[in-house]
């Protein structure tokens, strides 16, 4: 009987007793979780809810379904500005995936050379301009730019190039174009460091054996870095689309709400601001803006998931 008895003790004992929840992790993770829920996922599912009405003069709002998201596409007074808007949202993009991020690419390369001098100094001064405010810096390009009274001609003479000078901002065909090019100069430094930072993380073993096995310099990038670095050009590449989608500030600042010269300036940031509340003569409509910026939401996740389910795992695979 005794022996039987204690042979349950020890089953039992061998029963292993359910762990308590971490209350402790409870605490500290709900302030963050409701701060979240408060200004980030709340005014998300209330913008979609929105973009599923239509109000009338009187400020009624009646549930009309999916009909404001045909009206943006079909409708010829908010589908040509719509349509405009995202081609041009594309080409900005486009400019910054080519040109920024390029550019981000050599500056890291140059920066990672084992005996440059004052690299430090050099990633202080191409960062720097990622830290002001874009109302400083479409400000200070607008005086810049002036054809009357900014720098930029004089500077162009200087050199012999005086002829190439325009009212790049007044015009439609270069407008787009030289906000860009003001965007990349502001925000290069991100891809630099990111990529730079990955260029770090490559261990010297490999190179070194590259190079004694006779790779030159292009080989050694081509063959050895740049397969290394492929993952960080890859959430350089969606960081970049991210951001490009969202774009308002610095068009703003620049050329105002209207986005002009005749909306040839004119992205999907500016374009919702228009819609929602309203500028000059155009009547502010709530219901169209929360279409406007669902469209743009549904955008940039086919754009994340176009990246996570095709170019990531390509990155992955031919990353070692």
């Not at 008895?5 to 409701?34: C, K």
């Not at 409708?75 to 400019?95: E, G, H, T, V």
């Not at 390369?109 to 100094?121: F, T």
């Amino acid at each position: 009987m005794t022996d039987l008895t204690a042979s349950r003790i020890q089953s039992a004992d061998a029963v292993p007793t359910r762990s308590r929840f971490p209350v402790h992790i409870a605490v500290f993770l709900a302030p963050a979780l409701a701060i979240y829920t408060l200004f980030s996922i709340y005014p998300l599912i209330d913008t979609i809810r929105l973009s599923l009405y239509a109000g009338d003069e009187t400020g009624v709002r009646s549930f009309v379904g999916l009909q404001n998201f045909q009206t943006l596409l079909t409708d010829p007074n908010w589908s040509s500005q719509f349509w405009n808007a995202f081609r041009n949202n594309l080409i900005f993009f486009a400019i910054h995936m080519v040109v920024q991020n390029g550019i981000g690419l050599g500056l890291a390369m140059l920066l990672s050379l084992p005996r440059l001098i004052g690299g430090s100094v050099y990633r202080t001064l191409i960062f720097l301009p990622t830290m002001l405010s874009v109302v400083i810096i479409g400000f200070i390009w607008q005086l810049m730019l002036n054809p009357l009274w900014g720098i930029a001609p004089s500077l162009l003479k200087a050199v012999g190039l005086g002829s190439l000078f325009g009212p790049w901002l007044g015009q439609e065909s270069t407008a787009l174009l030289t906000v860009s090019l003001i965007s990349v100069w502001q925000f290069v430094g991100i891809p630099m460091m990111l990529i730079y930072a990955a260029l770090l993380n490559i261990p010297d073993d490999l190179l070194d054996a590259a190079t004694v096995d006779g790779a030159g310099p292009f080989s050694v990038f081509w063959f050895v870095r740049l397969p290394l670095i492929l993952p960080t050009l890859g959430v350089v590449s969606i960081l970049t689309f991210v951001a490009n989608f969202n774009a308002f500030d610095l068009i703003y600042a620049i050329k105002g709400a209207l986005a002009g010269p005749n909306f040839s300036t004119d992205i999907l940031g500016t374009f919702f601001y228009r819609t929602f509340f309203g500028f000059q003569l155009q009547v502010g409509s709530p219901t169209m803006g929360a279409a406007v910026a669902t469209a743009m939401l549904v955008i940039i996740l086919v754009g994340v998931l176009i990246y996570l389910f095709g170019v990531q795992r390509r990155l992955q695979r031919h990353s070692f």
